[in-house]
């Protein structure tokens, strides 16, 4: 199968050499521009902002960034680094290589190849995954697949139901059969979390049932928020004089805005909460909490009509940070 290369720095629209926070910058204006929620053409935007994502998936993870550029610009010319399973030959039947591809869960082929780790478990251990009477013709269970699926947080919090496409193409004869079916993504997913297909692995053999496919969720980045395990956080950005003397600031979630009370006195990397604003945790009813993680910043350019009043704090003042 051919596979595109993506340029992830032109989809940021950033330079080879970006730092860090330049990356995540540039993700963040994007995000905020293409996210389905606010977009009014929202099919195009959905398709860019999974490409934003799927960029950003790289490039703001250093080990992936630093794989990434190894490849280079003559990707091609060389052997493809192991894809973690995708093609992977079947021990025991031959020796031949299955080939597998998905449609609908939001990566590119180009990132399935070198970044998901999908993996095909081959056979299963215990007595189901091994033949049958000891012998090549014996019934054997199909290997169970692992893939990725980008879940947006939306999604993630309130539920949804994904169109898959799985492809697989005989080695032996290249014929290729697809079959399509629905996903269910439960509400309160968690990033990492492995959802069960039970029936749409490799086939059997000899009678022998199908294994299952296995899809670990990846939470989409978004431009306000991230998760850890069942509770969300947000960067809440202060001005100086709010975190001083504190204020009552409209703060978004994930379902809805909520009026927080900033303490007095408030500093940068302190976390607020909100109790049971963060995702559903299962069959308890319960939820996560939400965190603002505050962050106080300085005006860039003030005027000579604030660096006055600046100048005046400063000689009344008797704060010194270095005590």
């Known amino acids: 199968m051919s596979v595109e290369f993506k340029d992830y720095y032109e989809t940021l ?27 009014d053409d929202k099919a195009t935007a959905e398709q860019k902002f999974k490409e934003i994502n799927e960029a950003y998936e790289v ?8 794989k990434y550029d190894q490849l280079g610009a003559n990707w091609q010319q060389g052997p493809p680094p192991p894809r973690g399973g995708w093609q992977q030959a079947a021990g025991g039947m ?16 180009f990132f399935e190849q070198y970044f998901s780790g999908a993996s095909r478990y081959g056979f299963p251990q215990g007595g189901g ?10 019934s054997r269970r199909g290997g169970d697949i692992e893939g ?23 080695p032996r004869t290249g014929k290729a059969s697809t079959q399509t079916f629905q996903v269910r993504i439960p509400a309160g997913v968690t990033d990492g979390k492995r959802i069960r297909v039970p ?16 899809l670990r969720v990846r ?10 395990g069942a509770d969300v956080y947000h960067d ?20 809805g805005s909520v009026k927080m009370r900033i303490p007095a006195g408030s500093d940068s990397g302190d976390h607020l909460r909100v109790r049971g604003r963060g995702f559903p945790q299962g069959k308890s009813g319960g939820r996560g909490d939400f965190y603002a993680v505050l962050h106080v910043q300085l005006p860039k350019n003030p005027s000579s009509e604030e660096k006055a009043l600046w100048e005046k704090l400063r000689d009344a003042s008797n704060f010194n940070p270095r005590r």
Do not use: C
């Open 129 to 138: 995954g091994m033949p049958r009477g000891g012998g090549g013709g014996g």
């Open 199 to 214: 029936g749409e692995g490799e086939p059997g053999h000899g009678g022998a049932p199908a294994g299952d496919l296995y």
């Open 59 to 66: 490039l703001g993870d250093p080990e992936k960034r630093k």
């Open 13 to 39: 629209g950033v330079k080879r050499d970006a730092d860090a926070s330049e990356i995540k910058k540039a993700f963040r204006k994007l995000a905020r521009k293409f996210h389905p929620d606010v977009a």
């Open 219 to 228: 939470h989409a980045a978004h431009p306000d928020f991230h998760t850890e």
């Open 94 to 109: 031959g020796g031949y290589e299955t080939e597998f591809n998905f449609g609908g869960t939001g990566f590119s082929d």
């Open 236 to 255: 809440l950005e202060l001005a100086p004089w709010e975190a001083v003397l504190g204020a009552e600031i409209s703060v978004p979630t994930l379902d």
């Open 148 to 170: 990725d699926i980008l879940v947006t947080l939306d999604e993630a919090m309130h539920g949804s139901v994904r169109s898959i496409s799985l492809q697989t193409t005989d």
